[in-house]
């Protein structure tokens, strides 16, 4: 009997001895995230990429130099046809060696069309450094939305469970009280109907905390077992004191979708400005200085040539056939296009503002009632279960006050991780979200304690427990 006993432990001390993963925090999940997510680092790419654009316009207006050097043997027949002359040229066949070398400078004076390519790259690399810090704000957003939404549906199940095991104890009791003659058996028949949805709810909530996790999971790239958690009894950041007026003003100078499209529109103008001023006169200054020997020659005699030449150069196009009336056409039509969608984006995002702050305000004083509902709820079924022990309440009555009670408490949580999203959507739609923000958000986490980490990475840290 003592072996089958020991046998029968072996497997709840390796689960209790067995080394568990280390619970991961948000900053934790962010920083993996970071790493792992191909469209930031595809952000990250493109404006490496247009960073270099800069630079390929500034050459424009700087000075050009060139070198060459040559050496060469030459192997030549010459043969004199025809003719009389003072001067009598050899014919035969000669080989001499020949070299030479170069050196060119020029330098653009005036180019108004290089000019206004040259501010269209400057506002292509403003909007493609606005659209990477834009990429970074939406992987905050998105890492705080998907972890929340693990712990909310973590909490969901364990009030699910902790729910299920309410009402199945009422059921027993409901039971009792109809084999005692005491109640009919419609009671006990209804509270084994909400059982049993609860039972099915909480299969739902199962499964909802495993695609949760595996939303996680696959934007990180490594697998999450553990997670800090929020404690939802603690007291929240209250909103921002600021008034409607003054967020969506910052939000017109600060907000990166706006920055990243008034660039692109003012890119597309000097473009266009670029197009029109293809007709525009272009000055260049050269200068350039050559040297070239050769030991023989033709004639029979070898040369040393040196060439120095300075000037300016004038290009002045007249005629080409309309296509400079084509493109410069095709550039406005360019520009005005992302200018209008340019106005189109700051219409919208004065409305994001103004609902991402209506959200806050509103989310915080819902969390202060439904927490007020909560404890009405909880008084509401002491009532109930004492009015049961003293004749004047049935089991049906405590029923619904067990499930009124858990509706108050899931809820409030549910209240409670939208808020804090909803402050971070209302900071992203004014300006963009940085790494502080992970980390004030991070400082509200704690980790899970040990008997919740070897409960198969489900926590019940901010759960309410049944009264």
Sequence with gaps: MKNRLSLALIPVLLAWTAPQAPAASLKTIFLAARTHDMRYRQSGASYREARTIGPEARAAFLPHVSAGANVSYNDLTSRILGGSSTFVFPSGHFTFNAHGYGVSVSETLLDIQALYAYRAAGD??????????????????????KY????????????????????????????????????????ANEARARYEAVRAATLAAENAVRLARARIERMTGTPVHNLWSLD????????????????????????????????????????????????????????????????????????????????????????????????????????FHAQVAALR???????????????????????????????????????????????????????????AYYRSERDFARATYDYLLGRLELKAAVSH???????????????????????????AAGAGARP
């Design 148 to 187: 929340f939404g693990y712990l909310l549906a973590r909490d969901d199940l364990h009030l699910r469970r902790a729910e299920a095991r309410a009402l199945r104890a009422e059921y027993a009791s409901a039971m009792r009280s109809f084999h005692l003659g005491r109640a009919p058996i419609t009671n």
């Design 433 to 459: 979200l940085t790494v502080g923000d992970i980390d004030q958000l991070n400082a509200l986490l704690k980790p899970p304690s040990v008997s919740t980490t070897a409960s198969n990475g489900y926590s």
């Design 232 to 335: 939802l009894h603690r007291t929240l950041p209250r909103p921002d004191t600021g008034v409607l007026v003054t967020d969506e003003a910052r939000a017109m100078r600060d907000n990166l979708v706006l920055q990243a499209a008034r660039g692109q529109a003012a890119a597309a103008t000097a473009y266009a400005h670029a197009a029109s001023a293809a007709r525009y006169p272009t000055i260049t200054a050269q200068a350039s200085y050559s040297y070239a020997r050769a030991d023989n020659g033709e004639f029979g005699f070898g040369t040393v040539l040196r060439d120095k030449t300075i000037g300016l150069d004038l290009k002045l196009p007249i005629y080409q056939g309309g296509e400079l009336s084509a493109k410069t056409a095709h550039a406005a039509a360019t520009a």
């Design 124 to 145: 292509t690399m403003h909007a493609a450094h606005s659209r990477y810090k834009l990429a970074k704000s939406r992987l905050v957003l998105t890492v705080c939305a």
């Design 345 to 403: 984006i700051q219409r919208r995002v004065r409305f994001d503002v103004r609902q991402a702050f209506l959200n806050v305000r509103n989310g915080y004083e819902e969390i202060r009632a439904l927490k007020s509902a909560q404890l009405a709820a909880r008084q509401a079924l002491t009532s109930e279960r004492l009015g049961v022990r003293v004749g004047i309440r049935n089991n049906l009555d405590v029923l619904r006050a067990e499930q």
